[in-house]
């Protein structure tokens, strides 16, 4: 809150008094004659000093003007008082109540009373709008500001650009009223006259600088006239742009000359102006008029770029896909193609990074730096592909000599390989000096600090077809060495085959070994393997030393070949199989190794299972069911580790068993939690279902069916039947009422504004008794509606709308309307209930008291279910019976009964939902029974599961899938949630 600066201790203050000025600056004129009329003048136009000056001079010049010059004065007098009255009123809205609004508007009023105050008077006044405009113009600005970014981020540009002018007269009367003197001002108005005959350029051509949809399709085929006139505009528009810019440099300018000469102290018309150009430092966002054109700008430029660049990559696309299947005649035009669009480009960009301005210190400025940083790394790739694009004829003419070279290779002698191979080295050798000039062009991109998007080299696809060409070639004269040295190596493989085979067996007996057919089960016996081992190191060494003989002849002739890959295969093989040689020794050490160390594992797995399934038995004392299974699971997970090591390291059977256990207690007692967190929902999701709250109710049961399962795997057929009766209404008033959730939610809803709004303008025509004005008012309002009803059938509002219209066009007849609409309605009462309802529902919103028709909706809504009707005697009883002979079966404790007793109390529920002693014996007996989910599967089971589980993670889904179907037969494994869930994965992936 800016206030005026108090001097010495008190408020400035002006004290009018009534004196005689001179009427000229000389000295006055004595032969000057002055008559009343020239007061009356003065006092008029409210120039109240030199009015009393002439009152004065008229009463010395003939004494009978005394007394109506004192009445004159004392009228003068009068206005003083006035005026000192609003200077009392605006020191204490200053000071006091600190609204700068109010005090910009008694300155105002001073100024209106008195044309001419005294010097003391100008200056006091002056100095209190100064203060009062800082604060109000700053908010005026900073809300032109912000508005206007808003319009720069919804792309309003035009919008944004008369916004920021409303800017320019911030501040200009006190700079105006100023005496700064010529160096600063006189650049000052010279800037402002430029600035808004540039500004009234940029709004009277402003639709001709966009690039319209049809030049656009013209530049999308080729560039030619449409890209020359195009870049004639942007290159209009930038230089407008650049005259605004360079404008605002001289505001920030003269502004820093003012403050070199008042301490610091900036000029706010200046400062404002800089910032409305250019934009504030003190905000991330870019903004300004300058900004604003750059993105108007730039809306264009990069359509024009995007169609550019997509005629190119579909030239380098086909170019590169018909050299890649060698029609090199094809690929050189589109590779020219492809060369012409990047000029293009190049062009374009170059000029775009006109409005580029470098700082004092050779820095790019701030909002270059954000053009620079959206356009340079376009700029540069376009520049260098249009480098590269060259190159390609060359590459075409060297896949056509290699065409040559490897029809004669196919068709030649064994004595003309020599000299084919020669031809080859030349042609490829010739390639290599242009393959390293592209490494280090693109070692060069990479390299620039400027560019972000480095992984666009400059080589496009010139230095990969270059070393595709190179490596042909010398594929090609390894291929000519090949056919010369094609040797038989079958003997070591068909040994080195046969002790693989050894080797894998040891290593099964380690790794594992499937006993059970059918289960992808594996059982672990490491000591079997080291009978064997150390037979096969000794056959190995003897292997060795007839293998190095046939290295030792190919490594020569390898050495011959320039890139002798393709000899590789030969060697490969042989090496391989001295590396095996070599390595047999190390995999027997360390298969010994594994086997310790399985037995190591299963140990710690084993304890670590141990100390799990304690947590699990405390975190099931202190109730934390979840804590607990989650302990049970791990623990089951550890002891199947261990036992995937070691099959000998516990039993199965009384790990299941002990396992088995701690699961039921677990269930069990969480499944009391359950029953009562889900009777509290249900009795929650009734209550909201009487109320009509349907959404509610719905919600509330399903966080009952959550919680539900997560203890039992059975229907609760009692949450089920509200769930029921809830969708149920929830289904019929589907489609009546719009919801923002729909996606026409913006297109029903102006729509439906639109219908009302005419609706109401023909109401108004009605009763201005103009008849055409308001049929024609009503038409359009139906057009409207049927358009919702086109989207939304059964839309409420549309449909009342109509009615409502027709009752408007024609009231003396509509009540036979209605009645035959209602006859209508309720003839669809017995075969079209809902269709019958939503008829009734909309009648009934015109006329609800009509003749029977809120007991025909009420019928309806016991039919539909959206609403219970009251149970008769009969059904009552009937449930009463049912809950008497399940609490018989409760009261006998025979647990084999409760399944069929608890079916019993949940018929009696659905006949009477009220019958609470119902409700509360079906979960004392679904207490006594427990839960039904399984925490962990068996030992078995969980080694099957996860290996089923393996196989879905590697994409197996079939082979996964025939696994969770044994798995599925057992009914126990049914109820374990993540058996469910993959069983769900692998039928979606299968598409069953």
Known sequence: MYRFTIRAGALFFIILTLVSLPLTGGGRKEETTYTMADADRLIEERNYNEAIAVLIALSKQDPEYFEQAQDKIRQIKKYRDSYNDIYDELIRVLFEEEDYEKALALIKDLDNLDSNPNDATRVAIRDARISAELVYYRKIFNEIMDQALVYLGEGSYFQALKLYETGFELFRQTFDESNYGSLIKDPVYRAYDELTAVLARVEEDWDSFALSDEQLALLSRDGGKALAGFMNRVSDLEELRNRIYRISAVYDRQNRLVMEGNQGVEDFHLSFMNRLLAGRLTVDSYEGITVALDYYLEDSLDRAVAVIES??????????????????????????RASLSTGELNDLLTLSLNRVYLEGDGSIDRLGKRITDKYYDSYRLARE?????????????????????????????????????????????????????????????????????????????????????????????????????????????????????????????????????????????????????????????????????????????????????????????????????????????????????????????????????AQAERQLGNSNFQQARDELSLAQQLYVSALSYDEDSLSRDELDRRIASLQARIVDEENKKVIREVRELINQGKNLYFQGLYAQSESRLIQAENKWYSTNTEENTELAYWMSLVRTALSVESGRYLEESNPLYNEISQLLNLAWKNYQQGQNFLRDNRRVESIQSFNRADEFLNQVLILMPLNQNASVLKLRILKAVDEDNFSVTFADKYRGALQKM?????????????????????????????????????????PDPAVLRKSNQLYASAKAVFDSGNLNLFAGAIEQLSEAIKLNPNNSAASELIDQMRLYEGGQTTVVLSSASLSIYQSAEEKFVAGDYVSAYRIIQDLWKDKANQAYPPLQELKRRIEASLGL
Not at 494 to 518: F, H, M, T, V
Not at 571 to 583: H, M
Not at 830 to 836: G, I, R
């Open 311 to 336: 005629r190119e990559d579909s030239a380098l696309t086909m170019a590169s896909s018909e050299y890649d299947q060698a029609s090199w005649a094809s690929s050189r035009n589109n590779f020219d």
């Open 385 to 613: 592909k249009s480098d590269q694009y060259g190159i390609y004829g060359n590459l075409i003419d060297g896949q056509v000599s290699l065409d040559a070279y490897e029809l004669a290779f196919r068709n030649g002698t064994r004595q003309e390989y020599p000299g084919q191979r020669n031809s080859v080295l030349d042609r490829w050798n010739g390639l290599l000096p242009q393959k390293e000039d592209l490494a280090r062009a693109d070692e060069k991109w990479m390299s620039d600090p400027l560019l972000r998007n480095r992984e666009n080299g400059p080589q496009v696809k010139s230095l990969d077809y270059t070393n595709a060409l190179i490596e042909r070639g010398q594929i090609l004269e390894t291929d000519i060495v090949v056919a010369m040295a094609d040797r038989d190596i079958t003997v070591p493989e068909a040994l080195l085959e046969e002790y693989e085979k050894r080797l894998a067996l040891d290593k099964e007996y380690i790794s594992g070994i499937n006993e059970q057919e059918g289960e992808d089960l594996l059982f672990r016996y490491p000591q079997r393997a080291l009978a064997d081992l150390a037979l096969l190191d000794d056959q190995m060494n003897t292997l060795t030393s007839s293998a190095d003989d046939y290295r030792s002849t190919y490594e020569d002739e390898q050495t011959r070949v320039t890139q002798g890959v393709r000899l590789d295969p030969y060697l490969e093989r042989i090496n391989r199989l001295l590396v095996r040689s070599s390595t047999f020794g190390q995999e027997i050490a360390l298969l010994k190794e594994d086997g310790e160390n399985f037995v190591y594992l299963a140990q710690r797995d084993y304890n670590a299972g141990d100390f799990r399934y």
């Open 830 to 870: 017995d075969f079209q209930k809902e269709q019958a309802y939503i008829e009734l529902k909309d009648l009934a919103e015109i006329n609800p008291d009509y003749s029977n028709i809120q007991r025909n909706i009420l019928t309806l809504e016991y039919d539909l279910g959206i609403k219970i009707p009251p």
